[in-house]
């Protein structure tokens, strides 16, 4: 029986039914034109305001505008969160809100049954329903009867709460997500005061505009607790997260302000040399507006330029800085090459998405893997790391300017579009408690040459100017000590040994891998980047099922941990999930002749925690 027809209305008067709940997963969805991304990054920093562990993804259709109410122009935010540490987006979805039919369509699939819709009625019309590929209106035909579906008239209600303001009709329409926000934290028992104030913030150069948003998010909350059809609201308990302060943070601002902290905390000039690339142009965009800091940002004409211009900048005595996403890296293969001949710090941040080529532009991948370890020509080793979460983007690439500070080397910093647009709470730190780090440079003439090193294999970073100092360096093979150019086979032997030795040292200098569970066993989930927080949640899964099963994620990918070797050999099946076709798994069996379980998903989307869930329990059954 369909929800709207069997569901018990309130008693006039009466109130809802509060019931409290564990964790939630809520979906909006509409065209790309609906502003849903807004809406959702509302909804996600109120609850992080309030206290809540919660992780977001943003899903973007590939064209900038798609055409309104098809399928493939369908718009979504997801947040996931709770009482309790919160480590993925979410699995099923509790709460999908639908502006129009397509929005419905594409996420049903997604939505826990006995789930709720929340729908814009006023948009299942006949040219909508048609453009979603209905042949009759789901909200109508019983075809929903397994859900809790609220037809809200969300379009009627939004122009008939603005009616007195005599704004443009496309103006008024702009705000009914709003409506639609304000519902759903009425459901959940949220302040409308966080997003009340953003409003003001946000069009305090438009009255009337500030007017309306806030006149909609009241009726929206309003209807809520007027409407008989609510028998139910639900409560959400704080999550008990460590004493400190908190920002909602997603994982390109957490890029761009380690960015900013960790050059300060080295005491260099932040130097950014980019190229605009989705979906890594946001970090670009953050670190413009840190000019009164001293950070430079410079948008060049070519991703080429852009690490050029950067790699000039770390000879200069800044703290060179490049982002870009996996076809970016392809460009910049060459200059990578030429700033592991020049030995120069430099941090270069890669923000996957599907590919190959042009690929899926705002869609999720860890395909760039072989790409970043393997991805130069000729033996051109550098460092890798992978942040885990938004949050995490902060500490890696801290940690990436301190390698490459201290080995004097460019180091690739993987994060993808699902971390690099999700986000999540993040305690905020002082400058003074990041790691020492200070950049030291050569003024002593006394025994100096370019290419002397020290105990960590690192050659002295001298600026150009000091006198008595000048040397020369470049793209052609340098001498050994001296830094001049060879030709020489030994030398260059000598020279290519010698980086390759660099890298492979900071194996000493990098945290052993731990291991969640016991160190024995019989399967240990091993994953890396964003794969984490899914298998994080997998295991904790099947655990509670009574299985006994371990997992550990890799931060660092060139040189691997020291005891990831031991680790391994002390489980009799290693499961790798990733987002890509098994690179890591290639690397794994290369370096350690161990064979793994490969589970592989190139489709866009990151890994549900119930998918790995699922394969864990295959493997253990057989």
């Not at 996420?107 to 453009?131: Q, T, V, Y």
């Not at 007027?226 to 400190?244: D, H, I, Q, S």
């Not at 003074?432 to 780090?437: G, V």
């Not at 990831?564 to 069996?589: C, H, S, T, Y």
Request: charged share 25%.
């Amino acid at each position: 029986m369909d929800d709207n027809k069997k569901r018990a209305k309130r008693k006039p008067g009466s109130k809802p039914q509060v019931k409290p709940v564990d964790e939630v997963t809520i979906r909006f969805a509409g065209d790309s034109g609906d502003g849903m991304q807004l809406t959702g990054a509302q909804f996600s920093d109120t609850i992080a305001a309030e206290g809540h562990d919660v992780e977001t993804f943003p899903d973007y259709p590939a064209e900038i505008r798609a055409p309104s109410g098809t399928l493939y122009g369908v718009s979504g935010f997801q947040i996931h969160f709770s009482g309790h540490d919160v480590h993925t987006h979410g699995d099923e979805i509790d709460v999908l809100v639908a502006m129009n039919p397509a929005a419905l369509k594409v996420n049903l699939k997604n939505l826990k049954k006995n789930g709720i819709i929340i729908a814009n009625s006023d948009a299942f019309d006949k040219k909508n329903l048609e453009l979603a590929e209905y042949k009759s209106n789901p909200l109508e035909d019983g075809s929903l009867d397994s859900y809790i579906v609220y037809d809200i008239p969300i379009t009627k209600q939004t122009i008939e709460t603005l009616k007195d303001l005599e704004l443009p009709l496309k103006t008024v329409l702009k705000c009914k997500n709003f409506f639609a926000l304000g519902v759903v934290y009425w459901l959940y028992n949220k302040s409308l005061e966080y997003t009340l104030n953003w409003i003001e913030d946000k069009f305090s150069n438009q009255p009337m505009i500030m007017e309306a948003n806030k006149k909609v998010l009241r009726a929206g909350y309003y209807y809520g607790e007027n409407t008989e059809m609510f028998t139910t609201r639900f409560e959400v308990r704080r999550a008990k997260l460590p004493k400190g302060v908190y920002r909602n943070i997603n994982g390109n601002e957490a890029v761009a302000l380690a960015l900013v902290a960790g050059a300060a905390r080295a005491g260099l000039t932040l130097f950014l040399g980019s190229y605009p690339i989705t979906p890594a142009s946001e970090i670009m965009q953050i670190l413009s507006r840190y000019k009164r800091y001293g950070v430079k940002t410079f948008q060049a004409e070519d991703e080429i330029a852009g690490i050029c211009t950067a790699i000039g900048a770390s000879y200069a005595g800044c703290l060179g800085a490049t982002s870009t996403s996996g076809p970016g890296m392809a460009l910049k293969s060459e200059a990578i090459g030429l700033a592991v001949m020049a030995e120069l710090p430099l941090v270069i941040v890669n923000v996957q998405r599907g590919g190959p080529s042009t690929g899926l532009p705002t869609k999720t991948e860890q395909a760039d893997l072989m790409q970043a370890i393997y991805g130069r020509n000729g033996e051109s080793p550098v460092p890798v790391l992978a942040a885990i979460s938004p949050a995490d983007c902060f500490d890696v690439v801290i940690e990436a300017i301190r390698i490459a500070i201290k080995y004097m080397t460019p180091v690739i910093v993987l994060s993808d579009g699902y971390i690099a647009q999700g986000s999540e709470p993040w305690k905020v730190v002082k400058v003074d408690e990041l790691p020492e780090m200070k950049a030291i440079f050569r003024t002593s003439l006394d025994g100096f040459y370019p290419y002397a090193r020290n105990d960590f294999l690192a050659r002295p970073w001298v600026k150009p100017g000091t006198k008595g100092l000048e040397h020369r360096i470049g793209g052609l093979e340098k001498q050994d000590i001296t830094g001049n150019i060879s030709y020489e086979p030994d030398n260059h032997h000598k020279m290519v040994t010698i980086r390759a030795k660099k890298v492979k040292n900071i194996e000493k200098d990098i945290p052993e891998l731990k291991v969640f569970g016991k160190d024995k066993g019989k399967l240990l989930v091993l994953g890396w980047g964003s794969t984490a927080g899914a298998i994080a949640e997998a295991v904790e899964d099947v655990n509670e099922k009574g299985y006994d099963v371990s997992y550990t994620y890799l931060r660092y990918l060139n040189p691997f941990p020291r005891n990831l070797g031991k680790v391994l050999k002390n489980f009799e099946k290693i499961l790798i999930p990733e987002v890509n076709l098994g690179q890591l798994a290639k690397l794994i069996r290369a370096e350690y002749l161990i064979d793994v379980i490969s589970f592989n998903k190139v489709r866009g989307i990151p890994f549900k925690p119930s998918e790995i869930a699922n394969k864990i329990e295959e493997i253990l059954k057989t």
